[in-house]
Each structure stands twice: as structure tokens, then as C-alpha cells.
């Protein structure tokens, strides 16, 4: 279990919080798999009706994968089964019955946002800017980004965001649906605990099923397109990596 990835309890609500704000919340394995962890945790306590997904810090809810991590990558290490925990996260958040609600502020880029775009609701504070640029650090998003920004944005803007590397500002996020509600920075957390409280009020298995249901639309052949991106990932690698 990370040091830099906290579990709690208010009321029925289940709060993880990324705790490494002196590296922005740059997500390691250790992060990933203690979150699964926790995420496991909190769909087995009977009293839990929600989750919300946070981070410590003004600067960031996260910055995106760990660069000193990332500089160690390969083809090889790309395609073996320790890589596949930056793809179980957001399959993790994605099948939990329980709704994962993000509270979203600072920086929330590449892994970060797609550890976001995989949670049930997606919180904004103005202060947040979202953006995949992977690609100028040579590579693709690899933590399902590919697949996800398109089916909740649309292709045509999902391209202009990934082939330029911009980022986008909380309003603009708004507009686009990539988030569903926008709030004053000091008001993210009462806004996500508000949005959880309403959740608790509702019959735990009419959720879980809406939940299910809803994701059935969205998933059409996600795991064998998540396998293609990974694919393209690793062929980033091999091609920096070739004389």
C-alpha cells in the first residue's frame, strides 16, 4: 500500500485522496495499485453508498503519470503483465458498483485525466485544466485516453485535443461534457460531498444497476480497443528506443 494514497470515511461516503502534492500527484505503480486496493475496500463496506477521488495540494488533482517512471519504460515492460495495472485503475473505477465521484482542480493531465474520465461524475473547480499531451513526450496516452476522451467528447474535439497536446480551461471542459458541473475552488469538496449525499438517499442496487446499464452503452469493444492503444503505446517505445 502507497504512502501517497489515503482512505476515508464521512457519513457513507468513502473519500480517496492523492497524497504526493510535491510532485503535483504524478501517479507510480504503487498509487495505482493502492488505490485499487482502496477502491476494492470501499465497494465491501456494507455502509458506503459512494466515493469521491481526490488530491491534496492547490496545484494539482494530478499531473499525469511519473516522469522518472516513465523515462524507465520499454516495448517490453510496456507489454508485460506489471504494465496492465495502468489500464486495471480506470477498469477499477469504471466497474466498481459504487459511483466514484472526482473532484477536480489544478492540473488534471494525462494519467490523471484518465484515471478522471473513468469515475461515474466528474466535479470541476474553476481552477482545473485538462489535457492529454502524451504525444510530446513521444508517446500516446496509454491508460485508456485514446478510447475515452472520444466517446465522452466527441472525435473531432478528442483530435484536436490529443494531436495538439492544449490543454483546456473548466468552462470550456463544461461546454464540451467532459465534466458536469463546474465550482468555486472552495467549494469542490462540498459540491462532490453534496453530489454523494444524493446518491446515499437512493436504493443501493437501482444505482449499481443504472450504473451497469449506462456503462453497456459506452463500452462497445472498449476492452479490445484499450489493447490496440496499448499496443500503439509500446510501438512509441520501440521507435525512440531504435538507432
Given at each position: 500500500?502507497?504512502?501517497?494514497?489515503?482512505?476515508?470515511?464521512?457519513?457513507?461516503?468513502?473519500?480517496?485522496?492523492?497524497?504526493?502534492?510535491?510532485?503535483?500527484?504524478?501517479?507510480?505503480?504503487?498509487m495505482?495499485?493502492?488505490?485499487?486496493?482502496?477502491?476494492?475496500?470501499?465497494?465491501?463496506?456494507?455502509?458506503?453508498?459512494?466515493?469521491?477521488?481526490?488530491?491534496?495540494?492547490?496545484?494539482?488533482?494530478?499531473?499525469?503519470?511519473?516522469?522518472?517512471?516513465?523515462?524507465?519504460?520499454?516495448?517490453?515492460?510496456?507489454?508485460?503483465?506489471?504494465a496492465?495495472?495502468r489500464?486495471?485503475?480506470?477498469?477499477?473505477?469504471?466497474?466498481?458498483?459504487?459511483?466514484?465521484?472526482?473532484?477536480?482542480?489544478?492540473?488534471?493531465?494525462g494519467?490523471?485525466?484518465?484515471?478522471?474520465?473513468?469515475c461515474?461524475?466528474?466535479?470541476?473547480?474553476?481552477?482545473?485544466?485538462?489535457?492529454?499531451?502524451?504525444?510530446?513526450?513521444?508517446v500516446?496516452?496509454?491508460?485508456g485516453?485514446?478510447?475515452?476522451?472520444?466517446r465522452?467528447?466527441?472525435?473531432?474535439?478528442?483530435?484536436?485535443?490529443?494531436?495538439?497536446?492544449?490543454?483546456?480551461?473548466?468552462?470550456?471542459?463544461?461546454?464540451v461534457?467532459?465534466?458536469?458541473?463546474?465550482?468555486p475552488?472552495?467549494?469542490?469538496?462540498?459540491e462532490?460531498?453534496?453530489?454523494?449525499?444524493?446518491?446515499?438517499?437512493?436504493?443501493?442496487?437501482?444505482?449499481?444497476?443504472?450504473?451497469?446499464?449506462?456503462?453497456?452503452?459506452?463500452?462497445?469493444?472498449?476492452?479490445?480497443?484499450?489493447?490496440?492503444?496499448?499496443?500503439?503505446?509500446?510501438?512509441?517505445?520501440?521507435?525512440k528506443?531504435?538507432?
Open positions: 500500500m502507497s504512502e501517497h494514497v489515503t482512505y476515508a470515511t464521512r457519513e457513507k461516503t468513502a473519500i480517496l485522496t492523492l497524497n504526493r502534492p510535491e510532485k503535483m500527484n504524478a501517479l507510480t505503480p504503487e495505482r495499485e493502492a488505490l485499487i486496493a482502496f477502491l476494492a475496500r470501499a465497494e465491501e463496506e456494507t455502509g458506503i453508498a459512494a466515493i469521491v477521488l481526490r488530491a491534496e495540494g492547490d496545484r494539482a488533482f494530478c499531473a499525469g503519470a511519473d516522469l522518472g517512471e516513465l523515462k524507465t519504460r520499454t516495448w517490453k515492460s510496456e507489454m508485460s503483465d506489471r496492465k495495472v489500464r486495471a485503475l480506470p477498469r477499477a473505477l469504471e466497474e466498481i458498483g459504487k459511483p466514484v465521484i472526482a473532484a477536480l482542480h489544478g492540473y488534471v493531465l494519467a490523471g485525466l484518465e484515471v478522471a474520465m473513468a461515474a461524475i466528474r466535479i470541476a473547480a474553476e481552477t482545473a485544466t485538462f489535457g492529454l499531451p502524451e504525444l510530446k513526450h513521444g500516446v496516452p496509454g491508460s485516453g485514446t478510447q475515452r476522451l472520444p465522452l467528447v466527441g472525435m473531432s474535439y478528442a483530435m484536436d485535443m490529443m494531436l495538439t497536446g492544449r490543454s483546456i480551461d473548466a468552462s470550456t471542459a463544461l461546454h461534457g467532459l465534466v458536469s458541473r463546474v465550482v475552488y472552495d467549494r469542490l469538496m462540498d462532490a460531498h453534496a453530489v454523494a449525499d444524493a446518491i446515499a438517499k437512493l436504493d443501493p442496487f437501482a444505482v449499481k444497476a443504472a450504473k451497469a446499464a449506462t456503462l453497456r452503452s459506452f463500452r462497445r469493444e472498449l476492452d479490445a480497443d484499450i489493447e490496440e492503444e496499448r499496443r500503439w503505446f509500446a510501438l512509441c517505445l520501440a521507435e528506443d531504435s538507432p
